[in-house]
């Protein structure tokens, strides 16, 4: 079974940075598909970004040059890199795994993030 933990959210004015963490758990965590999604409130979750277990990225259009994910497999911990924070940034942010074959999909339980003066 996968466990995702994550961590690093909190209030931030507009502009600011935050850098989130999750830490994976419980198999051979490398070789899954991470991402992280984000809900805003009465908003459906969406994907904000994803790496391959080889490294590829992807975006969402919105957060494309400001936010950075990566992942550092020696820790089994998945990062996104938030700057240029914007109060349309508000939401709750999940990580996500899944297994490239099986597609067995694990979530984590959000972390709040919070964009405001």
């Known amino acids: 079974q996968v466990q995702l933990v994550e961590s690093g959210g909190g209030l931030v004015q507009p502009g600011g940075s935050l850098r989130l963490s999750c830490e994976v758990s419980?198999?051979?965590?490398?070789?899954?598909?991470m991402g992280w999604y984000r809900q805003a409130p009465g908003k459906q979750r969406e994907l904000v970004a994803r790496?391959?277990?080889?490294?590829?990225?992807n975006y969402v259009d919105s957060v494309k040059g400001r936010f950075t994910i990566s992942r550092d497999n020696a820790k089994n911990t998945v990062y996104l890199q938030m700057n240029s924070l914007k109060p349309d940034d508000t939401a709750v942010y999940y990580c996500?795994?899944?297994?490239?074959?099986?597609?067995?999909?694990?979530w984590g339980q959000g972390t709040q993030v919070t964009v405001s003066s």
């Open positions: 419980g198999s051979i965590t490398t070789i899954y598909v």
């Open positions: 996500n795994a899944i297994h490239p074959l099986t597609r067995a999909n694990y």
């Open positions: 790496i391959s277990n080889g490294g590829s990225t």
